[in-house]
């Protein structure tokens, strides 16, 4: 039996790869360990939030599934950020852990040319630094053109707590035992990364009397720019704030040595920005509390989980930790909190299109390239289809620019600075985030996803008549004038006197003026889509700021087009600093611009490299 | 850069010796090619030796040459010194035989460059090596090896972290906003930083005010109606002060009549023609000119007689010149007042007579109240003199003006987060801690060959 891709796990990057790969036409097989766990939340029960809400939006605008998913299984959805400036909203969404996975297998079924096969890989069939195909546990082998892989956190997993380490994945699911081990045979870089989940409540043992209670927002949203929101808003579950104390930083500080982290049991690299609650007391001693969040996991099931409490305590200790909380003092642990260790590659040794630099037509994307996160998986999953597609079609990879999309900063820090720890999305990874909004997503990539294949003729005709208002809207806006002697318009809108006649387009940039007011007062009759009004009130507003971020885009731009030729030998270029010419190799940087961003490349390297580029370019 | 690099090190022509520097990986065998004494290559790292430059048998010059191997060097590279007999022809010759043993001359600038690239200096101090060539005076050599030692990187690097610390926690903010325990920055934090920042690049510019007098002196122009005894000051002030003859660069449409020093700080005196109108063309072209020189001027000495009553033409140069540093120097003090004096709003006012040098101390006094040049000669010297650097520190203000309207337009701090990171970009610039090509282009192009 022969396919063209063939994708190995069923998680959030893997459902991505194998949907984008069977829609773009390509006979597709998704191998998985349990179809019961396909598109699987282990950890938390939410998708979204600051970087990762725009991901999915992206996500979606290149005709991927997450957003739409989402869209059909939340039990909350929130928007972040709001007090702050447009770049920085971000849509939050409490998901339902059995109503998502049903979802997506809903869909991966009913998707042609994709298979689904219930198996453990064991080995890549591979020859002359070619991959095609691979060999299961049970010793059968697949051939495929282009394999995927997305792990997760299963290559050689072990599960700890305490002093306790079990092989294992994810709800006692077996681990890929050997996979990673005949990747650093091929001559891959194998590393060990660490991360961990809180314990889950059982709900009706907690006293929801004594917290503080946080409901979804009163606005009917979706992640998804096609579909319109099927929920109501008075059916969304609430999720309840606690807080640690002193007797629980007492517990944790007395029974220290019994964690796995500080008893010296993990080998992994654990992710800094979400650290184990017993790491938040030893490093920020001064503090006398910690927010904890109690968020639903399903409304078919009774856990509760505890966010910000992941521990990989002994299950006595945790008993006693989470009883010390308030409103949790009598409560049910269902599950206990674990910290689970995995192996991953060095993500440096993949290309900007997730194809690997060792081995041909081998993609990986998620946990096995050191991120953390659904979204990232899921966009990584994505983008590594789409490229794996291109591959097989003979075309040239989709390569998101920094200034494009958080998906382009992704990949770029991922191939370009690698990382030691679970890598997460954050917006300040991102320096131009005020062109990577979450609101401007379809009009950033949907032309990409149409010319990939992804997004149908219907959705890009959506998605042009869309563009098509926004211009009208912002035309109509400079063309109308209000003149001094409309006072009455000026009262009403509640701003100061005008001197001169102005469009009704500079009066949108004084604060207290909005698209809505103007509405209201019959200045704007025609009837637009939300989203129109949206965008067209943001680019006025912040129309000063977007004209700089774009400047300063440009100016990366200029370094992003000095190509950096794939045979270059850095030993010709003698004044590069020898930690430079190092990383360089490794690297192997396509543009002076992705050069500038290696760490341990100095301004200085870069001005040699880009002396030398000239000068070879001359010869 | 791969290649061996040479040149003359010294001025040419003048001292008893002149100084060749070869610098790069093949700078010991060059010379040990035409070089008659120790085997330079097995020779230990900064030791000097004696010997003879040999061409064809022929000995060329006696020498002592210095071998210092990477990467203990100006260059990081291996550098040999070669000391020889200062003639112009001897240390051509020397030169002209390393070039053909497989150096390069260096393009101006170019040692530095190598010295920067390599990461021995960071790009402030480049740009103080640079001036420290240039100095003329103790005061500019001082600012010099000031910058060098890193006076200027160290404050902008206080300045950036400052920075950083207040973007970070904006960013923590963005990223974790359901963090309710997380300190939130205010408006008001970033108002006050904003401040303080502001406040540190306003006192460099204002220093470097005081620098730029140090390094370039006081445009100084005297002006008054003909026969008024322009050139008797002139030549008073100078006869007074030992002048330096010397061109200044960047004012060659003046001409620099002479420099006098007051207190160590150089005061370039300007000469003009007349400022009346005329419908001469070649006259024109004069007056034009000294009103340009008027309008650049630092300092304006304008000359009245005191012997006779203020004419129009006196009462239209003191309207020139009113919104400038001017002091008003009254001629002819040993003859009898006619000036009435009470007509003339400004009060820095020196009464002077050219014949006796009488006045010409108060004088000088006067100028360097005016300027607070003793002030000057005490202070540090920790100014940052750069024109280039200047210009960086000025878009920096720029920019925080920006944010000041942007917190009155209650714009969100996410937002003017964006112009901090701006700042602290643009002030990794002038540190060479960010990357600028067209910088690194004109910078090492303005460097004198030999170092």
């Not at chain 1, 998913?69 to 909350?76: E, R």
């Not at chain 1, 994945?169 to 890929?176: L, Q, R, T, Y």
């Not at chain 2, 097995?42 to 000995?59: D, L, P, R």
């Not at chain 2, 942007?406 to 801690?433: A, R």
Request: net charge neutral; charged share 30%; glycine share 6%.
């Amino acid at each position: 039996m022969k396919y063209e891709a063939i994708v190995v796990g069923g998680g959030h990057a893997g459902c991505e790869a194998s949907l984008a790969l069977a829609r773009l036409n390509h006979k597709t097989l998704l191998i998985t360990g349990n179809i019961k766990n396909i598109a699987d939340m282990p950890c938390n029960p939410s998708i979204g939030g600051p970087a990762k809400g725009v991901l999915v939006r992206e996500i979606d605008a290149l005709g991927g599934e997450m957003g739409i998913n989402t869209d059909k299984s939340h039990l909350q959805l929130k928007m972040l950020n709001t007090k702050k400036g447009p770049a920085v909203h971000a849509l939050r969404a409490q998901a339902d852990k059995i109503t998502y996975p049903k979802e997506m297998l809903k869909t991966l079924r009913s998707t042609k040319n994709l298979e689904i096969k219930e198996a453990i890989v064991d080995d890549l069939l591979v020859k002359d630094k070619k991959i095609y195909g691979v060999k299961l546990e049970s010793g059968e082998e697949i051939q495929a053109d282009v394999v995927i892989l997305t792990t997760g956190t299963y290559l050689k997993a072990d599960i700890l707590v305490g002093s306790s380490r079990t092989p294992g994945g994810p709800h006692g699911e077996k681990e890929a035992k050997n996979l990673s081990d005949n990747l650093r045979k091929l001559g891959l870089t194998i590393q060990r990364l660490k991360t961990g989940t809180p314990p889950r409540i059982k709900k009706d043992t907690i006293d929801f009397s004594e917290l503080e209670r946080e409901d979804g927002d009163n606005v009917l949203r979706t992640f998804s720019y096609d579909f319109s929101p099927i929920y109501k808003i008075e059916d969304q579950i609430p999720c309840y704030l606690t807080y640690t104390n002193e007797k629980t930083h007492e517990i944790i500080r007395e029974n220290l040595k019994k964690s796995s982290m500080y008893g010296g049991y993990v080998r992994g690299i654990g992710p800094r920005y979400c650290p184990s609650i017993e790491d938040k007391v030893v490093r920020f001693q001064d503090k006398e509390r910690h927010q904890l969040f109690l968020e639903p996991e399903s409304i078919y099931y009774d856990d509760i989980y505890l966010q910000g409490f992941s521990t990989s305590m002994p299950h006595d200790i945790q008993e006693k930790m989470v009883h010390s909380l308030k409103g949790l003092e009598k409560c049910e642990i269902l599950k206990y909190a674990y910290a689970i260790e995995y192996d991953a590659i060095d993500p440096l040794e993949m290309k900007s299109s997730l194809e690997n630099k060792i081995i041909e037509n081998l993609f990986t994307a998620g946990q096995i390239n050191g991120t953390s996160g659904y979204e990232e998986a899921a966009a990584q999953g994505l983008m590594a289809g789409i490229n794996a597609s291109l591959k097989l079609r003979g075309l040239e990879p989709l390569i998101l620019k920094r200034n494009e999309a958080y998906l382009g900063v992704l990949i770029d820090d991922l191939v370009t600075k690698g990382t030691k720890e679970p890598y997460r999305m954050l917006t300040s990874r991102a320096e131009y985030r005020l062109l990577l909004r979450h609101d401007n997503a379809d009009i950033r990539l949907r032309e990409y996803g149409y010319q990939v294949g992804l997004i149908d003729e219907k959705r890009y005709q959506k998605f042009q008549t869309k563009l098509k208002n926004i211009k009208e809207l912002e035309t109509y806006l400079r063309e109308t004038k209000i003149s001094p002697i409309e006072k009455e318009i000026i009262e009403k809108l509640d701003t100061s006197p005008i001197l001169d006649a102005i469009s009704l387009y500079e009066l949108i940039k004084r604060p207290e003026v909005t698209i809505d007011k103007l509405k209201k007062i019959g200045k704007i009759k025609k009837e637009y889509d939300a989203q129109v009004l949206e965008q067209v009130e943001i680019s006025i507003k912040y129309e000063g700021y977007i004209k700089k971020a774009l400047k300063e885009a440009n100016k990366l731009k200029e370094l992003e087009n000095i190509k950096i030729p794939e045979n270059i030998n850095y030993n010709d270029i003698s004044n590069i600093a020898s930690e430079a010419r190092q990383k360089l190799e490794i690297v192997k940087p396509i543009t002076l611009g992705q050069a500038s961003r290696i760490s341990g490349v100095n301004p200085s390297d870069i001005a040699v490299l880009n002396i030398y580029l000239k000068r070879i370019k001359n010869d | 850069m791969n290649d061996t690099i040479a040149s003359i090190a010294t001025t040419l022509g003048v001292g008893a010796i002149s100084i060749i520097r070869v610098s790069g990986k093949d700078s010991i065998s060059i010379v040990n090619k035409i070089f008659e004494g120790k085997d330079l290559e097995k020779v230990k790292s900064h030791t000097i030796h004696y010997g003879y430059i040999i061409a064809n048998g022929e000995t060329i010059d006696e020498v002592l040459v210095t071998v210092m191997r990477s990467p203990k060097t100006y260059t990081k590279e291996d550098i040999v010194e070669i000391n020889c007999h200062g003639g112009i022809a001897t240390t051509n010759k020397v030169l002209e035989l390393l070039l053909l043993n497989g150096a390069r001359t260096a393009l101006p600038g170019e040692f530095t460059k190598r010295a920067f690239l390599n990461g021995r200096i960071d790009l402030m101090q480049a740009e103080a090596i640079s001036d420290l060539i240039k100095s003329e005076t103790d005061k500019e050599r001082k600012v010099a090896i000031n910058s060098l030692k890193g006076y200027g990187s160290n404050l902008i690097k206080e300045l950036r972290s400052k920075l950083i610390n207040i973007i970070s926690n904006i960013e923590v903010n963005i990223d974790y906003p359901e963090y309710l325990d997380i300190y939130e920055v205010t408006t008001n934090d970033l108002k006050k930083s904003i401040a303080s920042i502001k406040l540190s690049l306003l006192k460099i510019i204002e220093e470097s005010e005081n620098g730029r007098l140090i390094q370039d002196g006081l445009k100084t122009v005297i002006i008054g109606r003909p026969n008024v005894g322009k050139s008797s000051l002139l030549n008073r002030l100078l006869e007074e002060e030992k002048a330096i003859v010397t061109d200044i660069p960047g004012t060659t449409r003046d001409i620099v009549e002479g420099t006098i020093l007051i207190s160590g700080i150089k005061l370039n005196i300007i000469d003009t023609a007349g400022i009346r109108e005329t419908n001469d063309t070649v006259e024109k072209i004069g007056v034009s000119k000294s009103l340009n020189a008027l309008l650049e001027a630092d300092l304006i000495l304008l000359l009245l007689n005191n012997n006779e009553k203020i004419t129009d033409e006196d009462l239209e140069l003191l309207e020139k010149t009113k919104d400038k540093k001017t002091i008003i120097v009254v001629n002819k003090k040993d003859l009898s007042k006619k000036i009435d004096i009470s007509k003339i709003k400004n009060q820095n006012i020196v009464y002077i007579d050219t014949l006796s040098s009488l006045g010409i101390e108060p004088l000088k006094e006067k100028i360097k109240s005016m300027f607070n040049l003793s002030l000057l000669d005490k202070t540090n010297y920790n100014y940052i003199t750069n024109v280039r650097q200047i210009s960086k520190i000025k878009e920096c203000l720029d920019i925080i003006k920006d944010i000041e309207v942007g917190l009155e337009n209650e714009i969100g701090l996410d937002m003017l987060e964006i112009d901090l990171k701006t700042i602290w970009e643009t002030l990794g610039t002038i540190i060479g801690e960010s990357y600028d090509e067209e910088l690194l282009d004109q910078l090492f192009s303005k460097f004198c060959v030999g170092k």
